[in-house]
């Protein structure tokens, strides 16, 4: 079981040039979601997926966008890169249906950087 | 503004001593309270969490106890050993939601 695979792992990118982070689950979970993590803030929700075909907007979505149009598939685009978009990108997944006790299964992350 | 503070930082702990760490929040409505365990390169991973109609939930070693008065939780491993050693975040959400807060994180270190 692969769980949550993220491409690419590292990235280096220049100002103003864009790219798409690609996550994939084969878990068969409803719920998809991207989150970057930077230092001294934790994590913080960019965007997330209820369903295929379903995108919504989390705390921190400016400058990126999103698609799901597979179940297993959820990109991430940055369509003009800035330096403040250097961080560590997480995929995480999680069933629609869960119990009491829920949390997601995260990728390892993608790690990127824009000079 | 961090909807979930947590503390300390960092946190340096002895084999087999009890390493604490602490989170707060404002945010009366959160009602889910789940803690996760990240190694380097990996992802986090969902350790332990709590609703707050309890004070406190054990699993092995990996403790929650929670003070809903204080709007205070807090993350309490026995026995720690150096296989604990990761960073460990907090984090907070309402009704079962598809929104998150995470504290900062907190970085554990468990000397042999």
């Known amino acids: 079981n692969a769980g949550v695979t993220q491409t690419p792992k590292f990235r280096v990118l220049k100002t103003g040039q864009s790219m798409t982070l690609l996550c994939a689950q084969d878990m068969n979970h409803e719920y998809m979601y991207w989150y970057r993590q930077d230092p001294g803030m934790g994590l913080r929700l960019i965007h997330y997926s209820v369903g295929e075909g379903t995108t919504a907007k989390g705390e921190v979505p400016d400058g990126y966008n999103v698609s799901r149009l597979k179940k297993q598939n959820f990109l991430l685009g940055l369509e003009s890169a800035a330096p403040s978009q250097t961080s560590v990108y997480f995929c995480?997944?999680?069933?629609?249906?869960?119990?009491?006790?829920?949390?997601?299964?995260f990728g390892s992350g993608t790690r990127l950087t824009v000079v | 503004q961090q909807q979930v503070k947590q503390s300390p930082q960092s946190l340096i702990v002895q084999k087999g001593g009890i390493s604490i760490i602490n989170c707060a929040y404002e945010n009366t409505a959160f009602d889910y309270f789940p803690w996760y365990q990240q190694f380097p390169g990996k992802g986090p991973a969902l350790l332990i969490a709590i609703r707050p109609d309890v004070s406190e939930k054990k699993e092995g070693r990996f403790t929650i106890s929670f003070n809903k008065s204080a709007k205070q939780f807090s993350l309490h491993i026995m026995d720690s050993q150096p296989g604990d050693s990761a960073t460990y975040f907090c984090a907070a959400s309402i009704g079962g939601g598809n929104q998150f807060y995470f504290g900062t994180g907190t970085s554990l270190t468990v000397i042999p």
């Open positions: 995480a997944s999680r069933h629609r249906d869960r119990g009491p006790y829920y949390g997601y299964t």
